[in-house]
């Protein structure tokens, strides 16, 4: 596998070969009888076992003999099909070929926006009504801020009825993400997945839930984000340090972190002044050398911590500490008077996983995702 992937241009086509099983079980999803299309059809994957198939594929080494050997991107839009299925390239906006950059169309897109992400659009625009798209795709574009535009007109146009994730199973070995595996029906506004799951979308994000999810966490609680030092390894100091941090190892250590936090230089910083102009996180001079590159909000107000990035079983928690480092995210409660200890048994109740914030067995949290989170509708009144 490893010395096949190295034949193929992963970097500016996103070339990958899609194994065996994963085609097997992709086809099992698909439902309509009629044409279809491969847009990117690489050695031919799907068009061994879709025999009347139109298959696309770009790169003229490994275009298959039964496939047109063409940019999915000149491809007329008149030309309409009954199902799309296949695994379109990953590629980062950076690195997408400038012949194929030339012919996109960024109504929904900017210029972070990965290729596989135009290929969603224009496959869903060659779906006839009730037509299906299947395809597997790294899974953050569920949650992404370059495809918000992209996840709200996928919301419009029908539903996405399954859903399989991948988990950390390595399908593409050093080409590709986490993935998922998805079925969308174009004109299907039944808005139920195929395991009675609800299909919803939220300021452009999607998520799969099992009961009713209303209650918006930022109607509930104000998200702040911790202090950014741009150099931790100077402003960590059991020695020097003046003040104490709720970090990455608090939860799971109960240790605070010792950290130099001042408003004005002293001899210890001093030592290290020109490492510390050369920090990336913003701009220093004479007068702010010293300073941290990005504060947190300092409030004696009661809060919940959590770790951005976790496998803690309960991720969040709770601490008298004022202060939080850039690993953590603190959750103020607009209403102080509530339980504190209930707020946070109530947080480490939702099956986060479900709400698309677990990647590799990994809690992945931020301030936006977090905002913008959806909680049971009657979290309030639980417990």
Aim: some cysteine; aromatic content about 14%.
């Amino acid at each position: 596998m490893e010395n096949f992937l190295n034949k193929w241009d992963i970097k500016t086509l996103g070339q990958v070969f899609t194994p065996k099983n994963i085609v097997d079980f992709m086809l099992t999803l698909k439902h309509n009888q009629g044409s279809v299309l491969e847009p990117s059809a690489g050695d031919g994957s799907f068009l061994k076992r879709l025999k009347k198939a139109v298959g696309i594929e770009i790169d003229p080494k490994i275009c298959p003999k039964n496939a047109l050997c063409m940019d999915f991107f000149d491809y007329p839009l008149e030309n309409q099909f009954d199902t799309i299925i296949g695994n379109p390239p990953y590629v980062k906006h950076k690195d997408i070929a400038p012949s194929t950059k030339e012919k996109l169309h960024y109504s929904l897109f900017d210029e972070r926006s990965n290729l596989y992400l135009f290929f969603i659009e224009k496959a869903i625009k060659h779906l006839k009504p009730n037509g299906e798209l299947i395809f597997i795709t790294p899974r953050d574009f569920l949650k992404s801020t370059s495809s918000v535009k992209l996840n709200e007109w996928i919301y419009k146009e029908g539903t996405i009825t399954h859903f399989f994730e991948l988990g950390d199973q390595k399908i593409f070995p050093n080409a590709m993400p986490n993935c998922v595996i998805f079925r969308f029906c174009k004109g299907d506004f039944s808005r139920i997945t195929n395991d009675g799951l609800q299909f919803v979308c939220k300021k452009g994000i999607l998520y799969f839930l099992n009961q009713s999810y209303t209650q918006k966490l930022s109607e509930v609680f104000k998200v702040k984000v911790g202090a950014v030092s741009g150099c931790d390894k100077i402003f960590k100091n059991e020695t020097y340090g003046n003040l104490e941090f709720v970090t990455s190892i608090t939860k799971r250590t109960n240790v605070l972190e010792k950290m130099v936090f001042v408003n004005k230089p002293n001899d210890y910083l001093l030592q290290h002044k020109d490492s510390l102009m050369q920090r990336k996180i913003k701009k220093f001079n004479e007068n702010n050398w010293f300073e941290w590159g990005r504060m947190h909000h300092i409030s004696p107000k009661k809060r919940i911590y959590v770790n951005a990035k976790t496998r803690q079983k309960n991720p969040f928690f709770i601490h008298q500490c004022p202060n939080y480092d850039g690993s953590i995210l603190a959750l103020f409660p607009y209403n102080q008077n509530l339980d504190l200890q209930n707020l946070c048994d109530k947080l480490n109740a939702i099956n986060w996983q479900e709400l698309g914030f677990v990647c590799d067995g990994r809690f992945l949290f931020s301030q936006r995702s977090l905002e913008n989170a959806l909680l049971p509708k009657d979290f309030l009144n639980l417990g």
